[in-house]
Each structure stands twice: as structure tokens, then as C-alpha cells.
């Protein structure tokens, strides 16, 4: 089975730019309803993964104290607690589980490092859940 079976476009996909605000960045996950999205750069490349837990403590190391200071800092001054590493198209889908284990998504590029969306670990999860348990009559 090829990856590209999970995967999420990104034309589906919220994402942040590398150039946003702090504000910027708070706002898109606001209203994307999500704890994280991956950053791209003003060509789409993939650059990271920005949490709502990477925008507090940069607030707070910044001693941010008011929402308008937040259009002062760029999202390159974040500080990422943790790396998340993209994988290929061609990844196995062995490895991609073993990495949704731990995240909530997992960035996918293309050969040229080009974001071309996400694999959730929801769609790994009801994938197998569907295959496994329809076997079984209800």
C-alpha cells in the first residue's frame, strides 16, 4: 500500500507561512480549530511544525504581555520543542504509523522537499479500524 492512500491534500490542508506574525499564527490556528500546522516557505516548502505550546512559551521568552506586540514578532523567532520530520511519497507505510504513533499528523513532500499535504493518524486509525472490524458481524 503507497502512503498516498492517507493522505490529505494540501489544497485540503490549513498551514502557516515562514513570514507570518506571532498574531498571524495564533489567529490560522484559532480558526482552524487545530493544536498545530506545518510552516511553509514563500515557495512551499516544508520548514516545521508550529503547536499552540511552541506560540506560549515563545510568548512568554519574549515577555510578550499584549496581543499587539504579537505583530512584532515573526514566526522564525519560535522556539520548536520538538522536530517533526517529514516523510516521501515513498515512505513505507510501516514507517509513516510508527511516526503518526506520536503525532497527531505527519507532513508529507514531494522529491523536491515541495509540501504536498498530511497523513492524520485519524486516517490511519478508521482505515484499519474499518478493515479489521468489518470482518465481524455486528
Known sequence: MNILFFLTPKAMCQWLNADDTLRQAMERLEKSGFSALPVLDQNGKYCGVVT??????????LCVMDLRQTEEHGISEIRFRRTIQPVRVDTRVEELIELAAGQNFVP???DKGDFIGIV??????KYYLEREFSRYPR
Open 52 to 61: 499552540e505550546g511552541d506560540l506560549l512559551w515563545t510568548l512568554k521568552h
Open 108 to 110: 508529507v513532500v514531494d
Open 120 to 125: 492524520t493518524r485519524s486516517s490511519i486509525l
